[in-house]
């Protein structure tokens, strides 16, 4: 079965520095990857979908991630981060023969100012 | 705003009752999902309908159902609650099936059970 691991529970970075929030997948095919994003007593926001092409896709929010097959990778990326930023963030595949996301545990970003 | 609505945003309720969770999906969208949030099992998949019709089946426990009407709106209804359904439940919507699809999420419904 697909599953989503994001290694990290918990991020801070400063305000202003890079940041890179890690996901793995385990699926035997190409799988359909997803970053999501989840304020405070908020729903959740697509940032941005990986379903084939070009490995380096662009989302909202000046975010972007990167799918590497070889370490079934799917890293979430930004060049500088702001306070607004601060959030959960999920990643997860969605595999072709079902029609469920599955999802990682998340990683808390913790911005300082 | 992701156009998705669920109400109520917060219920809070006994042991043994019964309660019902309302998704109304974006305009157009025909297949609304329903996913579970907790601190012990993270954000889980339920259950998906598609213009009516149950279409995939997740985590979703038997004491738990589901129904999508006619004019697309869905219910999710929790019955026998235990302390472990305390969780905030989602509800999202997409155009058509399948992975291509963008799922948008709700605002969700946190459920307390006392």
């Known amino acids: 079965a697909q599953s989503v691991t994001q290694p990290d529970i918990h991020i801070t970075v400063s305000e202003g520095a890079s940041l890179e929030l890690r996901c793995n997948y385990s699926?035997?095919?190409?799988?359909?990857l997803f970053w999501y994003v989840q304020s405070p007593g908020q729903g959740l926001q697509l940032l941005l979908k990986?379903?084939?092409?070009?490995?380096l896709v662009q989302g909202i929010k000046g975010f972007e991630a990167e799918f590497k097959r070889s370490q079934s990778s799917f890293n979430l990326r930004k060049p500088s981060v702001h306070w607004s930023d601060a959030a959960e963030y999920f990643c997860?595949?969605?595999?072709?023969?079902?029609?469920?996301?599955?999802f990682g545990t998340g990683t808390r970003l913790q911005v300082t100012l | 705003d992701s156009g998705v609505t669920q109400t109520p945003k917060h219920l809070i309720t006994a042991t043994g009752q019964r309660v019902t969770l309302r998704c109304s999906p974006r305009?157009?969208?025909?297949?609304v999902y329903w996913y579970q949030q907790s601190l012990d099992q993270g954000l889980q998949f339920l259950i998906q309908?598609?213009?009516?019709?149950?279409?995939a089946k997740g985590n979703i426990l038997e004491r738990f159902s589901a129904q999508q009407f006619p004019d697309l709106h869905s219910e999710l209804n929790l019955s026998s609650l235990e302390l472990g359904d305390s969780a905030l439940y989602f509800c999202?919507?997409?155009?058509?099936?399948?992975?291509?699809?963008?799922?948008?999420f709700g605002p969700g419904t946190r459920l307390t059970v006392l």
């Open positions: 999202a919507s997409s155009v058509m099936s399948g992975p291509t699809n963008e799922q948008f």
């Open positions: 699926y035997g095919a190409t799988p359909y």
């Open positions: 990986y379903f084939s092409g070009d490995t």
């Open positions: 997860a595949v969605h595999t072709g023969t079902a029609s469920k996301l599955t």
């Open positions: 305009s157009g969208d025909l297949s």
């Open positions: 309908y598609y213009n009516g019709e149950e279409r």
